[in-house]
């Protein structure tokens, strides 16, 4: 049974901790609720915002129509063999905690993708993404229910169209689907992935010689618990830019004026800056602007330094923008969805 509530405020419904409100709200717990929501007349009749952990969101106004949050759940094997296995898991399980089900299991492929915020249904949307590894590796398929009428429908890796921080559900499947379910292919037999980032610096500070995946994940944690502003503290959506991609000769020109650039080969021959670099080094880490502010230990974070408003976040987010163009003629694209 659904109940749509009115004029809720999202302040607790999003990391950043903006108080803008919603004409309505309701919550699904089960595809039945969702099919049961699609007939009533106030969803018919108004925008609608799926969200599941509301930590890639940035509210910049008043929802101006129907907001659904997600909380489907349950995790289950679907089927196996001696050295895969796929998970099947609903979208309003929190991501970490497939994560720790996975180790738990001792199924390998998530662990680098440990502490991540948010739900599993949002994960295929922007393709998640941490220490070298994309959800895409792991991908099985998703089953997703068209947002007008309730139909069903599955989608595998190739329907999905992943890229860096992309997929159809950001672009041409945009507000078209609520995803539901995704399963994931994980490996029985071990093959850890511990030479992105500081992982392997991490696991000898723990002194850790032959790790398990438990191991890795817990370094991961580490790493991001040392860098990462916990939004349940501070007010983020982890990274809210990008790293952009440019051709080799416009890498090969700011590496002759920048000699330290962080930026890392493409297999298109095209070279990954790393955005946190080029922010920092326009002397913006730290900087505030109103209640806004870019975070000290990574600058390619923007908080919430206190009761700032949507706005007082964007504004930072189009001066880092300008600062960044106007030192390196790079242009930084947003990575959180603004509503
Ligand atoms: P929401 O913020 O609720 O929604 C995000 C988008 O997905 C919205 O457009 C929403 O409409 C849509 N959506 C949500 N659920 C569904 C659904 N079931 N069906 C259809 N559409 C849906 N991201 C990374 O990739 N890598 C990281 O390492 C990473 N680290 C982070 C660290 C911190 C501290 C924070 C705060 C964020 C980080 N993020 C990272 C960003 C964010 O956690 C992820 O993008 C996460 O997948 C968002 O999940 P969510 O449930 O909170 O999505
Ligand atoms: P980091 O390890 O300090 O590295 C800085 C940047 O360099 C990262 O953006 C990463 O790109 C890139 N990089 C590092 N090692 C690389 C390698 N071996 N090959 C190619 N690129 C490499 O970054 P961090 O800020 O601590 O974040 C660690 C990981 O968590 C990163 O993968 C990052 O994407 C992820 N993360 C994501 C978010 C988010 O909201 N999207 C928030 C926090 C952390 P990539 O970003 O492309 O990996």
Request: proline content about 2%; charged content about 20%; overall charge positive.
């Amino acid at each position: 049974m659904i109940e749509i509530k009115q004029q809720i405020s999202l302040k607790s419904y999003n990391t950043f901790g903006i108080d803008v409100s919603c004409n309505y709200f309701v919550e699904i717990n089960s595809e039945n609720d969702f099919f049961e929501l699609i007939k009533n007349n106030i969803y018919k009749n108004n925008q609608k915002l799926i969200i599941g952990g509301g930590s890639n969101i940035l509210f910049t106004k008043n929802f101006d129509g129907i907001v659904v949050k997600i909380n489907l759940k349950g995790i289950s094997i679907k089927s196996e063999t001696e050295t895969e296995v796929i998970v099947k898991s609903y979208a309003g399980e929190g991501w970490h905690d497939l994560v720790l089900w996975s180790i738990a299991n001792n199924f390998c492929g998530l662990e680098n993708l440990s502490l991540i915020p948010g739900c599993v249904g949002a994960s295929p949307m922007q393709n998640i993404g941490a220490y070298g590894v994309e959800i895409k590796d792991v991908f099985y398929e998703l089953e997703a229910l068209e947002i007008e009428t309730g139909l069903k429908k599955k989608f595998n890796i190739k329907d999905c169209k992943f890229g860096y921080r992309e997929s159809v559900f950001k672009n041409e499947m945009k507000n078209r689907y609520l995803i539901s379910s995704v399963s994931f292919k994980l490996k029985k037999n071990i093959i850890l992935n511990t030479l992105y980032g500081a992982i392997n610096e991490e696991l000898a500070i723990m002194q850790v010689n032959n790790p398990t995946i438990k191991d890795v994940s817990n370094a991961v944690i580490a790493i991001r618990q040392s860098k990462l502003p916990d939004p349940k503290i501070t007010g983020n959506a982890g990274s809210f830019f990008k790293n952009p991609e440019v051709s080799k000769e416009k890498y090969l020109s700011l590496k002759t004026s920048f000699e330290n650039i962080v930026a890392y080969p493409l297999p298109n021959g095209n070279y990954k800056l790393a955005a946190g670099w080029l922010i920092e080094k326009c002397g913006l880490k730290g900087f505030e602007l109103d209640n806004a502010s870019v975070h000290t230990k990574q600058a390619l974070v923007l908080i919430n330094k206190s009761n700032a408003t949507g706005n007082n976040i964007y504004q930072l987010s189009t001066y880092v923008l300008q600062k960044v163009f106007n030192t390196f003629g790079v242009t930084l694209e947003r990575e959180v969805n603004i509503f």
